[in-house]
């Protein structure tokens, strides 16, 4: 049974940032690493997106808005975001961008396989595959398992669900300039539903028909909506370049209670996506960050690590999903009222939990106040 100093079940987004940040330190050279995976990641499978005022990952940003839209079926507001872009990057450039280090650090292996199991043994780890078995001292999971969260109804859990056709279309109707970070104009039904469209030239453009809500729906529904928010934007012929689709979990759930001494739970097994909107991008790379910190520090009880308690933000995270559960036909109203202050970059500080109390203050006061005070005094009183 070959050991490793660490091994991480899965390469999704928090395991590939994690392994970035292990690769700018000396301390992690001469550690040796196992990355295990049924995916050998070589398909632009997804794309992320997320605000920044740095160069964050600028090397592989496909394209970045310095405006942004969000729509309703009754006002039609745009800003100028700066200092903060608004950037994606394609899931196939991060894979190649993260690997190409893989290749240059002899210490780090990369094993296409299947995690069936990880065990605890106290001072190290057993991790079995289809073919082989290994042991660590610590294993960084990062397979999301939701019958853990399923399970239990005391942390609601929606979902962020969408299917997204990239465009190429006949007449030039887009914004290159602006990124629609929520057009609520579709129809409700009910759900929080809204169109995402990013925009890279009068053209082309990635259209998400987007939901948070609890069920999903069939394909069907999603691509018929894309198509006729189409035809609603003055588009005659288009063809399409590519699909994607993806279902973020998007809950409170205290994953990392989970967390052994030397079994860590990273990325959506983590709790590392923000619950209230389903980003992942921003949240997982301060997360891989910490634990990179903590690493060089100490091995062992990150059962406990203070990165992973409950803070401030968890708290508004937590009762927006409470009220988004509950009263899932107010999306539309709620993120409207969100935004009504015209401050968006305010809104991102807080979204990135950077924000002060009185800042807190400000966005919050924003919020439909019945709602969010039944959600807060169902958590108060059992």
């Avoid at 050279?29 to 990952?57: A, G, P, Q, V, Y």
């Avoid at 808005?65 to 991060?94: H, Q």
């Avoid at 109707?173 to 057009?183: I, P």
Wanted: charged fraction near 25%; hydrophobic fraction near 35%; proline fraction near 3%.
């Amino acid at each position: 049974m070959k050991h490793y100093n660490y091994i991480f079940s899965g390469t999704g987004l928090a395991a590939l940032l994690t392994i970035y940040e292990m690769s700018l330190s000396s301390y992690f050279k001469e550690k040796t690493i196992l990355l295990i995976d049924k995916e050998s990641k070589k398909t632009n499978d997804r794309t992320w997106c997320f605000w920044d005022e740095t160069h964050l990952f600028d090397a592989i940003v496909s394209k970045k808005w310095d405006k942004i839209a969000f729509i309703t079926s009754s006002e039609n507001k745009k800003w100028s975001i700066t200092p903060y872009s608004y950037k994606m990057i394609k899931g196939i450039d991060l894979y190649e961008y993260i690997f190409n280090l893989i290749q240059q650090n002899p210490n780090i292996t990369f094993l296409k396989e299947e995690v069936l199991h990880i065990e605890d043994l106290g001072n190290q780890c057993k991790v079995t595959t289809k073919s082989s078995t290994f042991s660590s001292d610590i294993v960084f999971n990062s397979i999301f398992k939701p019958e853990r969260v399923t399970s239990q109804k005391k942390y609601p859990l929606l979902q962020q669900h969408f299917i997204g056709w990239f465009i190429k279309s006949k007449e030039p109707v887009f914004d290159s300039e602006t990124a629609t970070f929520m057009d609520f104009s579709v129809k409700q039904n009910n759900n929080t539903r809204f169109m995402y469209l990013l925009p890279f030239s009068k053209n082309e453009a990635l259209l998400e028909y987007t939901l948070f809500s609890s069920e999903l729906l069939k394909k069907e529904e999603y691509e018929q909506e894309i198509k006729n928010y189409i035809q609603k934007i003055g588009i005659t012929a288009y063809e399409i370049i590519e699909k994607e689709q993806g279902n973020i979990p998007m809950t409170s759930f205290p994953f990392w209670e989970q967390n052994t001494n030397n079994i860590i739970h990273i990325g959506s097994a983590g709790g590392w996506t923000k619950a209230s909107t389903g980003y992942t991008f921003k949240k997982a790379y301060k997360k891989a960050k910490n634990l990179v910190q903590l690493l060089q520090k100490k091995e062992i009880g990150f059962s406990n690590q203070k990165e992973l308690t409950k803070d401030k933000f968890w708290y508004y995270d937590l009762l927006f999903i409470d009220v988004l559960y509950q009263n899932n036909e107010i999306g539309a109203q709620l993120f409207s009222d969100l935004f009504q202050g015209d401050n968006p970059k305010l809104i991102f500080k807080f979204l990135d939990e950077e924000t002060t109390v009185l800042e807190d203050l400000q966005v919050i006061w924003n919020c439909p106040k019945i709602p969010f005070l039944k959600a807060l005094l169902y958590r108060l009183i059992p």
